[in-house]
């Protein structure tokens, strides 16, 4: 914009008549910035602006005054502009910043302005989950945590739960940037990593623990599946390693794995119940209750980073 904004002084008004008097003398830019700041000192106008209104008296432009604007955008916050952006974020929480500036008539800046500082908001993208849970299974799972934390005080039963669970174990993982991590100073250039990708070769691992470690590991054989006939032999291979290494807990242990299909088959279910062993309940959809994906699987996993394996 050539003009100024409102407020200016008489000396910067001034100053624009003297640019005008310039080209017509015809002195170059250069010449008119050094004949004002000669003139007005500190109330002189920037070089910028005396290079834009040169060029248009330059072109033929005789006012001096503000260019008239229908609809100017507004320069200052008030309490209407605040309350006209949060009902309109209220209605279209995906709108940017440039459409809320065009609908609104407000500056872009502006509009920056009240909803980071004044609003105290910003764009956060949505978190993705397995799934999203309905009112019932959130319900579900409240209950049957609340169950599992008075049972535990009541008798210790975390204690004497074993856990199991599957992950894929691949012939070669490459290390990622955790693992990767390099001490340098501030002067030092970062260092740089190509993607690689997992080998394709890849065997599924069944573990089970407790608090005092592994209980129970094997590798399923290739080509074979996972299912509720295979897991029921898994199962018993499992009684039987307590036997051996937790004889304390022969009569006294308590079994915890997810819902997977295989899990909750009739045929494992079943044997579970002609074995004796009774299962902590685990609410539909809830990974975040599978203690060996955040404290077993992660740890074996980063030790097998950028090592090739026979499996």
Known sequence: MLGFCSGENAALVGATLSIKFCVKLNKTCAETIGLLMEAYGDQSLSSAQVKRWHKSFKE??????????????STTQTDEDVNRV?????????????????????????????????????????????????????????????DVL?????????????????????????????????????????????RMSKSKVKTMLIIFFDTRGIVHKEFVPPGSTVNA??????????????????????????????????????????????????????????PDLSSPDFLLFPRVKRKLKRRSKTL
Not at 182 to 191: A, F, I
Not at 247 to 263: E, K, R
């Open 60 to 73: 033929g432009r005789e006012d001096v005054e503000d260019e008239q604007r229908s609809g100017r955008p």
């Open 86 to 146: 949060r009902e309109f974020l209220n209605i279209d929480r995906r709108a940017s910043l440039r459409e809320i500036s065009e609908e609104l008539n407000l500056t872009y800046y502006h509009v920056r302005e009240i909803v980071t500082t004044k609003l105290e908001m910003r764009k956060v993208c949505a978190k993705l989950v397995p799934k999203v849970l309905t009112d019932e299974q959130k319900r579900l799972r409240v209950e049957k945590s609340r």
């Open 150 to 194: 008075e049972s535990d005080e009541q008798d210790s039963t975390l204690d004497n739960t074993i856990t199991g669970d599957e992950t894929w174990c691949f012939e070669y993982d490459p290390e990622g940037k955790r693992e990767s991590a390099e001490w340098h100073t501030s002067q030092s250039p970062r260092p740089k990593k190509a």
């Open 229 to 286: 006939a295979f897991y029921r032999e898994v199962l018993l291979r499992l009684k039987n390693r307590v036997v051996r290494v937790r004889p304390d807990l022969v009569n006294n242990w308590t079994l915890h794995h997810d819902n997977a299909p295989a899990h909750t088959a009739f045929l494992c279910t079943s044997a579970l119940a002609k074995m004796g062993i009774p299962v902590l309940p685990h609410p539909s959809y809830s």
